[in-house]
């Protein structure tokens, strides 16, 4: 009975019957279309290869957005490529690749995880004490980091030393899953067991819902926001770990335009801009269709502004299916200041 119940709950979320609909439709088409080759194996894991990434920062969107308060982390695809460069610098004048692989490989994900965590831990702090507002502090952290990483590298892309453990983690595969997508799903599962079951993300969603009664119930906004950002950063370290493993080299300008993808990715997934609502499935799903129509276009040989038109077209209509309530939150106003407005 419990069981049963908790699908009926799973499929009355409008956004997620819209996302898993559009999900089948296009592998239907897309198999169609390209002859059986979408869903070739090869094709299969370069797809779950690349996922992980615009996947990772998605989450980050996610997570700033629901605390609410106009919260958001543009910082995420500056502070991934900081993280790769700065442990791609560092790690070989401390380890040796070829006499140590495996201490060069725990070391550079530790020194990537690490940068990623103080830069979160930045964003946190200047938006919860100094009370700016999320979107100016992370533009402005953003550039910061974008701009060490060019000092670093005199705007040079540096190359990451091939060791095999390393190089596993974005080009590897384990039982012909890769390992990066294999990483992206353990952090959907830990975040979202954090966001449901734990008192962290209860008191996340109320602080995003109604600040003045997390207020009253005594949750610490302050300390929520800082871990909060914390975790934005974890993640967007993640993201360059990816990158820099994938690619065998970090650069400062890499994946320009991920962050307005992670962005569109947190939307179309059903997250609130005005805080207090996201699942993170929805998101995983959101971040599939884009993959699946990236990938598509990509063996019809269709120019990548169609696929920009067509993620477009996507966003307003799940916008559309979600109902009215959440393109209120987008704009900046809700029903209660429309009636107040008559």
């Not at 533009?139 to 095999?164: C, R």
């Amino acid at each position: 009975m419990k069981s049963s119940f908790a699908i009926g709950k799973l499929f009355a979320d409008r956004q997620l019957n819209f996302l898993l609909a559009v999900n089948v439709l296009v592998v239907l088409v897309a198999t169609a279309l390209s002859h059986g080759q979408f869903v070739d194996i090869d094709n299969l894991q370069s797809m779950g290869s690349q996922l992980p990434e615009l996947g990772l920062l998605a989450l980050g969107i996610m997570l700033s957005m629901i605390s609410g308060n106009g919260g958001i982390d543009l910082s995420g695809v500056g502070l991934a490529n900081l993280s790769g460069m700065i442990a791609a610098l560092i790690v070989p004048k401390l380890v040796s690749a070829d006499a140590s692989p495996v201490a060069y490989t725990a070391l550079f994900c530790a020194i990537v995880v690490a940068i990623g965590l103080l830069g979160g831990l930045l964003n946190g702090v200047v938006i919860a004490k100094l009370r700016l507002t999320p979107i100016l502090c992370t533009l402005g952290t953003q550039l910061l980091f974008t701009g060490i990483a060019v000092v670093l590298s005199n705007g040079a892309s540096v190359p990451v030393e091939y060791v095999d453990q390393l190089s596993d983690i974005g080009n590897g595969t384990a039982f012909q899953v890769p390992i990066s997508f294999i990483l992206f799903i353990a952090a959907i599962v830990v975040l979202g067991w954090l966001l449901r079951r734990s008192p962290f993300g209860l008191r996340l969603y109320l602080m995003g819902t109604n600040p003045k009664a997390a207020f009253y119930a005594g949750i610490p906004r302050a300390r929520m926001l800082i871990v909060t950002y914390t975790m934005c950063g974890v993640l967007a370290s993640l993201a360059g770990l990816i990158s820099a493993t994938h690619t065998s080299s970090a650069k400062w300008d890499y994946g320009n335009s991920y962050l307005l993808i992670s962005i569109l990715i947190a939307v179309m997934g059903g997250v609130n801009p005005a805080g207090g609502r996201g699942r993170i499935i929805s998101v995983f799903f959101a971040a599939t269709v884009l993959q699946f129509l990236a990938s598509l276009f990509n063996l019809l040989g269709v120019s990548q502004f169609f696929g920009d038109c067509a993620w477009g077209f996507l966003l307003l209509l799940s916008l559309a299916f979600a109902g009215g309530e959440r393109v209120s939150a987008i704009f900046g106003f809700t029903r209660s200041d429309s009636a107040a407005r008559r």
